[in-house]
Every structure is written in C-alpha cells, then in structure tokens.
C-alpha cells in the first residue's frame, strides 16, 4: 500500500517539476586551460572505457601532459597550439612504448621512471613562464 502512495506522488509531482526543467540545444562552450586555450578532448582511440583498459586512457592523459609541457619549454612559447597541441604529437611513442598493446606494468615502469619524476617540476615551470607572459 505504501509503495502505491510514493507512485501516486511522483506520477502527481512530475507534471509540476516538468515546467521547471530547462532544455537547451544549445552546444556547451569548450573547456579551456588556467592560460585560456581551449582544452583538445583525448581522441576516441585513445579512450579507453572498460575497467580492464582504463590505464590506457589515463597513460593517454599523462604522456600527453608530459609531452605538451616539455614542448612549452622547448619552444618557450605560450601559445595555445603550443599548450594544447593535437594528440597526435604522442600517438608513434605511445605506441612504441606498448601502451595500446602492452600489460599496464607497463605504463607503471614507464609512469615512476619517466612521469612522476618530472611532471610536477615541467608543471611549475610552465606556469612559472606562461602566467609571466599574460
């Protein structure tokens, strides 16, 4: 009997909260970066979504850090197609290196030799240059 009552509300209150809802077709503006450039989402076969394979995707996302923020440095430039460049620039080494292939040990040797060493330091140096330049 009880169960009947909560039915009999919601069926009742979803015509009232139906009014309230906001639709909108309108496409959502792209995600930028502390520096304002528009954020290249990780391409479809560099995602990975099952369980098993989400390494892939999340080695995807720390190699092409590693990779954007050196290239900044390189270059010492701050432009957006130097902070956010296309995917492509991993795709040869990331393959290389057994990624869409290989067990995740590893991305796990590649991620504590070449990764979590660097990162933070490539990281504050990019900042150190590019929020200089703004």
């Known amino acids: 009997m009880i169960y009947r009552a909560i039915l009999f509300l919601t069926l009742t209150a979803a015509p009232a909260k139906a009014d309230q809802i906001e639709l909108s077709n ?3 503006p792209a995600e930028t970066d502390r520096y304002g450039c528009t954020i290249r989402p990780r391409p479809e076969h ?3 979504s099952s369980f098993r394979d989400s390494w892939r995707s999340v080695a995807a996302d720390k190699f092409y850090s590693l990779r954007r923020y050196q290239q900044v440095l390189d270059t010492g430039s701050c432009d957006c197609a130097v902070l956010q460049p296309e995917w492509s620039i991993i795709e040869d080494e990331y393959q290389s290196l057994g990624f869409t292939d290989g067990p995740s ?10 990764y979590f060493p660097v990162i933070s330091g490539l990281r504050d140096a990019v900042r150190d240059l590019c929020e200089g330049a703004e």
């Open 26 to 28: 309108s496409i959502q």
């Open 46 to 48: 560099l995602t990975f």
């Open 105 to 114: 040990s590893t991305y796990d040797d590649w991620a504590d030799a070449a």
